[in-house]
């Protein structure tokens, strides 16, 4: 069953030069990036799009890092894309992944627990949520279903 997640690249991605490495991973894994827009978030998106973590302590830096400069996100697709990125960008510390995962993205383009470079939705309901958060609840994109 094909499935669709978001992925995106988080401004410190943006500015180490990692996008073209990035989406050469996406493409050269057989996803198909159906939907791409840069953003440059404030403090008001941040917090919507994070707020399940707004109680943890590390939840200013994160919005803080999140707003200073801009994020590409993109709408995956594929079979299992799902889990499929979520194995593919690595642990959240990108500091542990360079030793556990030394291949996963974040292993390659992140530098700590806070700066790991990309996101990746955990779940088919976080899915859902992040995809209509920036692309909204009608796709552009036709024939989804009989594609
Ligand atoms: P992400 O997978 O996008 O979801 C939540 C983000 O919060 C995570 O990536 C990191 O950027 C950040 N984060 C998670 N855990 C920590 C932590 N322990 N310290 C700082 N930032 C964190």
Same mark, same amino acid.
């Given at each position: ?6 992925? !995106? ?10 996008? #073209? ?5 996406? /493409? ?8 791409? !827009? !840069?953003?440059? /978030? &404030?403090?008001? #998106?941040?917090? /919507? ?12 830096? /994160? ?10 996100? !993109? ?8 889990? &499929?990125?979520?194995?593919?960008? =690595? ?9 556990? +995962?030394? #291949? ?11 700066? #790991?470079?990309? +996101? =990746? ?21 036709? +024939?989804?279903?009989?594609?």
């Amino acid at each position: 069953e094909k499935e669709r997640t978001l992925a !995106m690249i988080k401004p410190d991605g943006i500015y180490g030069n990692f996008t #073209n490495k990035i989406k050469q991973v996406i /493409l050269q894994s057989g996803f198909i990036i159906v939907q791409e !827009m !840069m953003v440059q /978030l &404030d403090v008001a #998106n941040a917090t /919507l799009f994070y707020s399940e973590h707004s109680e943890k302590s590390f939840f200013p830096s /994160l919005v803080k890092y999140m707003t200073c400069g801009p994020v590409l996100v !993109m709408v995956i697709e594929k079979t299992n894309a799902i889990s &499929d990125w979520r194995a593919l960008i =690595g642990p959240t510390d990108a500091r542990k992944a360079k030793v556990s +995962h030394p #291949n996963s993205i974040r292993a390659l383009c992140g530098s700590s627990s806070e700066r #790991n470079c990309v +996101h =990746g939705s955990d779940s088919p309901i976080s899915a859902a949520r992040e995809i209509s958060f920036f692309f909204g609840d009608v796709s552009p994109v036709e +024939h989804w279903e009989s594609a």
